[in-house]
Nanobody, 118 residues
Framework: QVQLVESGGGLVQAGGSLRLSCTAS????????VDWLRQAPGKEREHVAA????????YYADSAKGRFTISRDNAKNMVYLQMNSLKPEDTAVYFC???????????WGQGTQVTVSS
């Protein structure tokens, strides 16, 4: 089993950058694919980005392409989401999740708030 903790959220002006971190505990973390999702008030949960356990393949939602970069360091049990050119519509709680089979989420973090002011 793996446990996840997100950090790095905060308040930033439009056009600014933030780097979210997802810290995992558990020796098998390197075998999990990791996704970043976000939930804004009154909106459906959105799948923002994902990375395979090896880090050799990534996915981005159209809203994130060209602005966000997902990466991982399995030696440190870390996954990152670098977010550049932030927009007010990026405001949400961001969660990292871990999946062994790529279909179901085996673990969720508690979320970190990102607020982008205009």
């Amino acid at each position: 089993q793996v446990q996840l903790v997100e950090s790095g959220g905060g308040l930033v002006q439009a056009g600014g950058s933030l780097r979210l971190s997802c810290t995992a505990s558990g020796r098998t973390f390197s075998t999990y694919a990791v996704d970043w999702l976000r939930q804004a008030p009154g909106k459906e949960r959105e799948h923002v980005a994902a990375i395979t356990w090896r880090g050799d393949s990534t996915y981005y939602a159209d809203s994130a392409k060209g602005r966000f970069t997902i990466s991982r360091d399995n030696a440190k049990n870390m996954v990152y989401l670098q977010m550049n050119s932030l927009k007010p519509e990026d405001t949400a709680v961001y969660f990292c999740t871990a999946s062994l089979d790529g279909r179901t989420y085996d673990a969720w973090g508690q979320g970190t708030q990102v607020t982008v002011s205009s």
